[in-house]
């Protein structure tokens, strides 16, 4: 039996199927119920990114400077509290149940939100004047009151955001780096993102349906509060459907031998399970893990102080929040699209030119797009005229909105369709301490310390100029060169390592 199966592996695709879908038939039982909960994680991840940014820049006396504030002094701290009760709970919960337990807790809050939080959110908030003076006699620090007075969007926010390292990057990727062998994951991994980006389409079209209905409704009417209910509602479906699907892999596919067998992957002598600190000391001081930490901070750091930019303007095109979610689910569904299209285009460049490079387009294609961007922030007045005539009548405003996106898109997708693979690739050699406690290390916390060291860098500036988000902008761009500059350097390193390890576990 054994024997057979690794004739099948051995099996050369036709170019084509190479090309398009390098999958076994055997295969499928094992690859697509896996690709349906990232599936549905990420369709959850895309409803909540854009409600996340719509409730809080929308929100009176808000705007995106309250952004930097929240993801340094709320969003941060509570990742590193994540890690450190993540940690705890995997030395006394399954694997499995503690999948159950996260993503349950996540989406009961989500529907709470939807149906009791933001329908009496006048009787939890302070009042906007209270919020207002505060921001008139402190306008220095006038982005963190905001925070205070919608804490409830505030929240929302916070959990939103730890959604997309916890469930995408940390149970997920970490359940496929254990039950995907290395020549699966070859072929599975770039194929993941590709189903899981379709998702990307269908997330977009829900947010944008249903915060288009506020015509259906009479101006009394709170539409964007209906709105919320239905995207929320999706939010638990979905949730539920992941964790039936991973119920069913547990049962179905892990218990047979030709999908998941231990004996395929070297056992190593069983070490005592680490404290938190000895974890961290443990993490922090592998060389490996480093490196991949600055990629992920490095795209933090960049792609948050372009999207504050980015996002300021948007609020300025879209002042109401069903108007603005509609662009933003018709963004999603573009990126969508957009990520599938590079995916089909870019998943062979792995295999026919090594991690390194597939590992430096996306910090490349983040500093080319992001300087076109921040070019016509700075000259959009003299542009104006330019634009005018060649017959365009689009604001300058809505013009630097529809550029933006452009740059999002082509960032996230090189990140999704090259970012993401690459680096969940890089933990595939690393033993099992290092691929459970620092992966959550370097993904939960790394992650958010990326667009926490963007908020601290954003609120410096704000202290000192006591401007808006345009007034440093030109900042922003030097920080931004640098960064990916970095970043560059470190992918490189990581290339070589990643290569040697490789080599070593091959040879072994």
């Not at 149940?97 to 993503?103: A, D, N, T």
């Not at 300087?371 to 405003?397: E, H, K, N, P, Q």
């Not at 550029?403 to 997708?413: F, M, R, T």
Request: proline fraction near 3%; charge should be positive.
């Amino acid at each position: 039996m054994t024997e057979t199966i690794q004739q099948t592996k051995k099996m050369e695709f036709s170019k084509w199927r190479n090309a398009l879908w390098p999958i076994h038939n055997f295969e499928l039982k094992k690859f697509l119920p896996m690709g349906l909960i990232m599936f549905c994680i990420l369709f959850n991840y895309t409803i909540l990114r854009d409600t996340k940014d719509v409730l809080i820049i929308t929100a009176p006396g808000s705007g995106a400077g309250v952004l930097s504030f929240l993801k340094a002094w709320f969003v941060m701290p509570s990742a590193i509290l994540f890690v450190v009760i993540y940690t705890k709970l995997t030395n006394v919960v399954s694997k499995e149940k503690l999948f159950y337990i996260l993503i349950g807790v996540f989406v009961a809050f989500f529907g709470s939100f939807a149906w009791i939080l933001y329908p009496n959110q006048e009787l939890i908030h302070p009042s906007l004047d209270t919020i207002q003076q505060l921001q008139l006699n402190h306008p220095r620090i006038k982005w963190v009151f905001p925070i205070y007075g919608f804490w409830t969007y505030s929240l929302f926010y916070m959990l939103a955001e730890l959604w997309g390292s916890v469930m995408i990057a940390l149970l997920f990727w970490q359940f496929a780096n254990e039950i995907t062998r290395s020549s699966e994951a070859k072929r599975f991994y770039a194929l993941f993102s590709l189903i899981a980006n379709i998702s990307l389409i269908g997330s977009g079209f829900v947010v944008r349906y249903f915060s288009q209905i506020r015509d259906s409704y009479p101006p009394e009417v709170d539409a964007w509060g209906i709105s919320l209910k239905w995207m929320m509602g999706a939010v638990v479906l979905s949730g539920a459907l992941a964790m039936i699907i991973y119920r069913w892999i547990n049962t179905n596919v892990l218990t047979d031998p030709l999908y998941y067998d231990k004996t395929d992957i070297k056992i190593k002598k069983k070490k005592s399970k680490l404290s938190v600190m000895e974890s961290f000391k443990y993490i922090f001081g592998s060389k490996y893990l480093g490196l991949i930490a600055i990629l992920v901070i490095g795209y933090g750091i960049s792609i948050n102080l372009i999207e504050v930019v980015w996002k300021d303007q948007i609020k300025q095109a879209f002042p109401n929040p069903n108007d603005y979610g509609a662009f933003m689910g018709g963004f999603s569904m573009f990126t969508g699209l957009s990520t599938i299209i590079l995916i089909m285009f870019t998943k062979g460049i792995v295999r026919q030119f090594g991690w390194t490079t597939a590992s430096l387009i996306t910090p490349i294609t983040l500093a080319v797009t992001g300087m076109l961007f921040f070019a016509f922030i700075f000259l959009s007045d003299s542009l104006s005229g330019v634009l005018a005539s060649f017959g365009v009548t689009a604001t300058t405003t809505l013009m630097a909105v529809y550029i933006g996106a452009a740059q999002n898109i082509l960032s996230k997708g090189t990140k999704y369709s090259l970012f993401d693979p690459t680096k969940e690739m890089s933990y595939i050699p690393l033993n099992d301490e290092l691929k459970t406690k620092g992966k959550a290390a370097v993904d939960v916390i790394g992650g958010r310390l990326g667009k926490a060291a963007g908020g601290y860098i954003q609120q410096i500036l704000f202290y000192i100029t006591a401007g808006n988000v345009i007034s440093i902008a030109p900042y922003l761009a030097i920080i931004i060169g640098s960064v990916v500059l970095l970043w560059i350097v470190a992918a490189k390193a990581l290339g070589v390592l990643y290569n040697k390890k490789i080599s070593e576990v091959n040879n072994s």
